[in-house]
């Protein structure tokens, strides 16, 4: 019945598939525990390893194996092991094997992760000022080489790196399949490499550690030839890390012919611009929310 | 000679006679649209120019030259021809540089007559020119002048920056976004780079002339170059969505970091008061960025232009090294409370050459005009040779 069944549409995996389960499902209504011994699979197999699955009594039956990805029909002799490949229990989970002859009958087994060879490893965020408690998070889910997640403890090193050379780590246990950390970010601006390890599999990320913003803006006036060029000192947050190169500073002059504003880029730690000299003239900064000294400019 | 072969004879000969008389009549009659209305002015055939009757005529002509952009001809018509040079004069009027004048042609103008005496008259001129950003009108005030038994125009001799040759030392900061390859064994999570974090920090919706504008202000708060876009969704009734529109370009879209923008977006509608809500929406991506060049707004004055409107002018310096095509100029207006109460924009449609101020003006609605206590105005830059 299976074989005129299948090659009705031969073409089709998931018509057959759909088949072979509505078949497993009528097998089963019909099995029962009572009916005498079973096939006898492991109660545990590892993800991705081969195993058999006994069968008792003889002649001839037909055996399904069911799992979450995967299913099989194949003919066989009672009495007999049942090669399964590897391969046919990748991903981790319940599978059920089913052995018809007159009647069904069905065991069910585990297959459980193999061991950790990757790991997807969460790093947030990637920019971050410095000096905020809990600011960095990494979350670790180690997945074995079929990317099953490993629900077995597994030990993490977290290992930060910042630029200085200055390094922390930690060792996480998984729990569920996941480890995670928060910490703190450091003191000074740089990258931060955030670094998950297990066994010989390690994860890196790169978290950057900016400057928060600018504190205690400062300026200072002098006249070219083309007029005034204004620039600020250094800009520095209040932790004394530069400000990061880019950032506008926005400079005002109010004078008698208007009001004149330079958006200009921070560049090597300095904001500069040029603007036209004027006899009386009060000269402002601001970048963002800060405001820095204004400066009053007479003859 | 047959009679009926006479007639037809006759016949022929008078219609030929009609007909000669109306082409003669039509090339020596120019068009008579100059006076108010740019459209139909001009003689019917290039060269066959009759002489101005009155200065509206004179400069009528000019314009439709202009609109042919058959520059000599325009130039010829010049009554201090000899003082301006025709070179100069063509890249005044047809643009240069890639800027915004040479992706424009004149559509249309409007003639008012100032004042006119027997032998010199002012008219002011509004000139609609279609542009590859859309319609900018420019308002000029011409001197026409008799002489010769005719009417002509005096151009003021065009004058350009002699941008001298020199080094402008810059130092180009500039942000790369570098990214993995996409591919099947991407590793999840490893796509950590977050999206700058962008903020509105102002927003106002008013109804103006029908519809509905909603404008404000969105910084850039993190440390990165960001590109923003600003959407906003209409919900009236029933909370249904009414009509959702994007800033277009009423915003500085690259934004440095703690740079702020004004945007706008129009609703032109729906009426204000069918609104019932309004949802914001900003995105941000991180985008490759450059900090230069650097533009200078100089010398903003509020004014009353000479049709009466007030209008926020000022000058443009690019303090960098290199040449800008298209200034693109938004300024927000703010009340004593410090809210923004009007976003404004315009193109510039001159370069802005290294270290060369180039004026710029917005206008200021009536509505608006005396409630503006303070103003803040960032310039766009399209430069055609930067990728």
Redesign the interface.
Known sequence: MWSSMNTASPGSSTFRTLLLLLGLVACLTQASPAQGEGPRPPAVVVAGTDFSVSTPGSGKATFYLVGPSHSSKQQIDLGQGIYIKGDEVLSAGRYLVVLCAQTCQSAAFYVTPAGPASL????????VPVRQDNAISGVVFPLDKFRNLVLAPVTINFKLTADRGDSSSRLVRTKDGVAWLRVRSGNVTGTVQLVASTGDVS?R?VV?Q??S?PCNLRIKVERTA?GIVVETEPVRDCSGNTV??????TFTKIDG?????????I??GIAR????AARQAVISVA??VVMGNPIRLSE | MPKATLMKSIVSLVIFAITAGLVAIGLATPGHGGGTLGITSGSALPGLKPAAATPEQALGYLLTDVRRQDWRGAHSQLANASEVDEVQFTKELAGSGGNLRSLSNLQRWELNPLHETNDDAQIRATLHWATAVGQIDEVRDVRVVHGEGTWKVVWPPPHFPNVPEQIIPVNYLRWDLVTSEAGADEDWGGRNVDAPRVRIISMNAVDYQGGSVVMGEVVNEDTVPAFVNVNAVLIGDQDHAIDEESSFDKIAHVLLPKQVSPYRIDFPHVALQQVKNVHMDVKATLVPASADPVIGVMDQKRETDALGRSVLHGTLLNESGQVVNMPHVIASFYDNNGRVIWVSDGYVDHALYPQTPEPFAVQIPRMVADKVENYHVVVNEYSITRQ
């Open positions: 997807t490893f969460l790093a947030h965020p990637s920019r994860v990320r950057r900016v400057a913003d083309k990061p190169d880019g950032t506008i500073v012919a208007g009001k004149s504003t330079v958006d200009a880029p560049k090597q611009a040029q603007m036209s970048s963002g």
